[in-house]
């Protein structure tokens, strides 16, 4: 009787230190489970943060390129009024096309007073 006994003590101490372990587990994540979900939700506060400014810089940069274009066209207009008006001609519908350039810089976002 003994050596049975002896047996099944020695069979179920593997499983109770088991038991004791898995019941250890859940313990020490509950502790530290809310700090690891803390610091993803951190983590993706951060990620959109990132993502979200470099939207705007893209946004900016695209603005930025639209300005650089209006005034670009502009300028050649500009200057090819300029070049028929020293030479004497008048062109009204160059003109016209000047002032719509000029207008469209006055309208976009890049421009300084609104």
Known sequence: MLPILVLAITLMLPAAAAAQTQQMIPAQSATTGPYRAFE???MQ???AQYEARKE???QEEY???LFR???DKFVELWDK???KINSG???AKLMKEVSKAFHDIEKSDGW???
């Open 81 to 83: 009024l300029a070049r």
């Open 89 to 91: 001609e008048v062109d």
């Open 112 to 114: 300084i007073a609104k």
């Open 40 to 42: 993803m939700l951190e």
């Open 45 to 47: 506060l951060e990620k």
């Open 63 to 65: 603005k930025k390129e």
């Open 69 to 71: 274009e209006k005034t």
């Open 56 to 58: 705007k810089k893209r």
